[in-house]
């Protein structure tokens, strides 16, 4: 009669492969706490992200409203400089003045308003209690911001304009959020016709 060997085999993992293992998930790790914190410094700006983007369209609806009722002619849309009615330079977002229009040369501090004193545009937002229009509500000034609209004339590669009747609009608004500049612009077309 023979005897058998009755030896146990283990499998298991060997050291190599348990440091393979630790390092790809170390690498998957990191991976997910550099998005987070990606993530998280991108909400950290969202509210002046917000009121930047609001204020652009509010500037370019603005223009685009006033050629609209005829409140302008299409060559008082333009800049100073070139015999228009817009600012050349960036500007603190003041009231509009009595033609409606931001950036013009008529805008004014704005009158004190609930919690925002009187000056730059201020927007209030909720109090501790999270609830907008309770007597808890914050002003929260904009005078880091800064307004510019150009109005150039639309031109070909060879400098030629390509229609008198065509004008580019860029607002860009421009703020300061612990020490960094931040900037968003917004920009169109504008014809003669409505």
Do not use: H, W
């Amino acid at each position: 009669m023979k005897l058998r060997k009755t030896g146990r085999q283990e499998s298991g993992f060997t050291l190599i492969e348990v440091m393979i293992a630790i390092a790809i998930m170390t690498i998957g790790i990191l991976a997910v706490v550099a998005s987070f914190a990606t993530a998280v410094s991108s909400t950290q700006y969202a509210q002046e992200n917000l009121i930047a983007r609001q204020k652009a369209m509010e500037a370019m609806e603005s223009i685009f409203a006033a050629r609209n009722t005829q409140q302008v002619t299409f060559a008082q849309i333009a800049n100073v400089a070139g015999g228009g009615i817009f600012s050349n330079n960036a500007t603190q977002l003041l009231c509009a003045g009595t033609d409606g229009l931001v950036n013009t040369t008529d805008d004014a501090n704005c009158p004190a308003n609930g919690p925002c004193p009187a000056g730059p545009e201020c927007v209030v937002t909720p109090g501790p209690d999270g609830v907008l229009g309770t007597p808890d509500d914050t002003a929260m000034s904009l005078a880091n911001f800064t307004r510019q609209v150009q109005i150039n004339t639309v031109l070909e590669a060879d400098g030629v304009t390509i229609d008198p009747n065509l004008k580019q609009i860029v607002v860009t608004v421009t703020y300061k959020v612990n020490g960094a500049t931040r900037t968003y612009a917004v920009q169109g077309l504008i014809s003669a016709f409505r």
